[in-house]
């Protein structure tokens, strides 16, 4: 079972107690500490607040949240079947607040990641203007509080950062300039609508303060930080096992999650391999992907392909019976943001399960930097592919990020709709990418219009499939001091079939974020779980069900949502 339930007797009223603990930890706690994110789920109480990464806050967060977990833990849970739900939310919660502590603690981004405080000022501004969920005049008064704090919480990056990884640092300097624009350009145009003339005013004075404090900034992490940028970004094997435990509630061993990792690489290689001599007889497999890789959009036409794709995709999977869509509204595609370029291709926006008003979502997609060379775009661009667009289409809208967004609503509780398991919603949107052509999407008349690109499609699968192949891999070793990030963008080359171009961002990326092994992960631990449904179901099974079923139970770790559709906690790998 998840926790030792029965050792002793559960606290009277016990689901009551839990639901005003859980309560209390998410308004004094989770969002008082991250008020970006309480306007990204629509609790707009949070809208004038900014995150504050002084030392004395981080100190007072570290304490709240053992303050919490103490209380959390106390509580004693029931163990009947009508116990499961909150009895699973509690160690969620539970987990949630250990990873937070060891974040801070250990890992200690504040005290590491510059790109953290510049990110957090342009996040804090893109959330009040993406969604139009009140009026200009409103919303402009929220966004003058928060850039009124920005210039300090910049100041506290200054007494914070004093021996950081020099590429969280490069990774920093890289992102300013297009968030010194954005705030220069994109915020200023996203309320020109606003009508009071004092409050715009006000808002000309704290915008132009907050670009001339990221200006300062981006000057000092030039001039004085980068030069002394000698620190450690790895965070070792005994933080890891424990980020992979309170994160995913996996606990296998490192070494055992690298031969997983390593047989799944393998085996995407061989049919890659297969798929290529079947298109290219003779042809040497990283040539035939150099070929894939030159059948690709125009840069300006990259948004209308992945718009392209939504007709056939939604229609297929209605047609097929694959999941139920419960809504007809599509998301809207356009480009990254520009604090969010540097470490994305591409990525889904969605509202918040708590926003009332403006409930659209955005398909985000990060086209070629304007400085690159003809060359240098040529290369990213492989990266888009006819087979990867699909891929990233089925991933980020149907039946993936998006569709999951669609079904939130009928998560079993408010802790389900607030905190999530990587291994599930990206393990998700990875999985979905081979079932569908599994299924038959991809073949001549259901969004290919001929064998070849079929075949083609198929290789592009592989392709991102050997991704997150290579990302699981490197997470583990960079992190565990076995690979450099020289190693690690050949790595991604080599072995994970990418371009220069991807490798270098899937590198940077890594450094800071060690278990993005969670797609291939996630992805594994669903196919498993699918196969144990069906031979539990036998000729009963349905694959629409099996994907409803999954999607209506939130996105806890697989090892809950194992338990809520098998009855048991056998292993999810």
Request: hydrophobic share 40%; with cysteine.
């Amino acid at each position: 079972m998840l926790s030792a339930i029965g050792v002793h007797a559960a606290t009277a009223s016990w689901k009551d107690q839990f639901a005003r603990v859980s309560d209390d930890y998410f308004d004094h706690v989770y969002f008082h500490y991250a008020p970006s994110n309480g306007t990204m789920v629509g609790l707009h109480q949070y809208d004038s607040h900014l995150e504050d990464f002084s030392r004395k806050n981080i100190d007072a967060q570290i304490a709240a949240l053992k303050t919490y977990e103490r209380r959390i833990e106390s509580i004693v849970p029931g163990d009947s079947p009508a116990d499961f739900v909150p009895r699973c939310d509690r160690e969620i919660v539970l987990s949630s607040i250990r990873s937070q502590i060891l974040t801070l603690e250990t890992i200690r981004p504040w005290a590491k990641n510059a790109d953290a405080y510049s990110s957090t000022c342009a996040n804090a501004a893109f959330v009040l203007m993406e969604r139009k969920f009140a009026p200009p005049d409103d919303r402009l008064r929220s966004l003058v509080a928060r850039e009124k704090q920005m210039p300090a919480l910049l100041s506290a990056a200054r007494a914070n950062l004093q021996n950081p990884p020099r590429i969280f640092t490069e990774i920093a300097i890289e992102q300013l300039p297009d968030i010194i624009g954005f705030f220069q350009h994109d915020v200023p145009q996203a309320f020109a609508d606003a009508d009071d003339a004092t409050l715009k005013a006000e808002f000309a004075a704290t915008n132009a303060a907050v670009v001339a404090a990221l200006n300062d900034y981006l000057g000092w992490l030039k001039t004085d930080l980068l030069p002394r940028s000698n620190g450690d970004y790895r965070i070792g094997a005994d933080t890891f096992r424990k980020k992979l435990q309170y994160d995913e509630m996996v606990d296998l061993p490192l070494d055992k999650l690298l031969e997983i990792g390593w047989a799944d690489l393998r085996k995407n290689q061989d049919h890659f391999k297969q798929g290529a001599a079947e298109l290219e007889p003779g042809k040497d497999p990283r040539a035939v992907l150099e070929e894939l890789g030159e059948d690709h959009p125009v840069p300006d036409q990259l948004l209308d392909a992945f718009r392209a794709t939504f007709n056939s995709l939604v229609s297929f999977i209605r047609e097929h019976h694959i999941v139920t869509i419960p809504s007809d509204v599509r998301p809207i595609v356009e480009e990254t943001p520009p604090f969010m370029r540097a470490t994305t291709f591409a990525s889904m926006d969605t509202a918040g399960p708590f926003e009332t008003r403006a409930t659209e979502s955005y398909f985000n997609v990060t086209l070629p930097d304007p400085t690159m060379t003809p060359a240098e775009v040529d290369g990213y661009m492989h990266g888009f592919n006819v087979g990867t667009v699909i891929s990233t289409a089925v991933h980020e809208a149907y039946p993936g990020h998006y569709v999951q967004f669609l079904w939130l609503p009928k998560a079993p509780s408010k802790v389900r709709k607030l905190l999530s398991a990587n291994t599930d919603v990206e393990g998700w949107a990875h999985y979905c990418e081979q079932m569908m052509l599994d299924e038959g999407y991809g073949q001549p008349g259901a969004g290919a219009k001929d064998e070849r690109e079929a075949k083609l499609m198929r290789l592009g699968q592989l392709q991102d499939a050997l991704l997150r192949n290579a990302r699981f891999i490197v997470g583990i070793e960079m992190h565990t001091g076995k690979m450099s990030i020289e190693q690690a963008e050949d790595f991604f080359e080599k072995e994970g079939y990418q371009s220069k171009e991807a490798a270098e961002v899937e590198t940077k990326r890594g450094a800071g974020d060690p278990t993005y092994l969670y797609y291939t992960l996630g992805k594994l631990e669903i196919m498993k779980l699918r196969e144990d449904v069906k031979k539990k179901e036998g000729a009963s099974f349905s694959i629409e069900k099996f994907h409803d079923d999954f999607l209506r139970q939130g996105f806890p770790p697989i090892k809950i949502v194992r338990e809520a559709m098998l009855g048991d906690d056998s292993p999810a790998l």
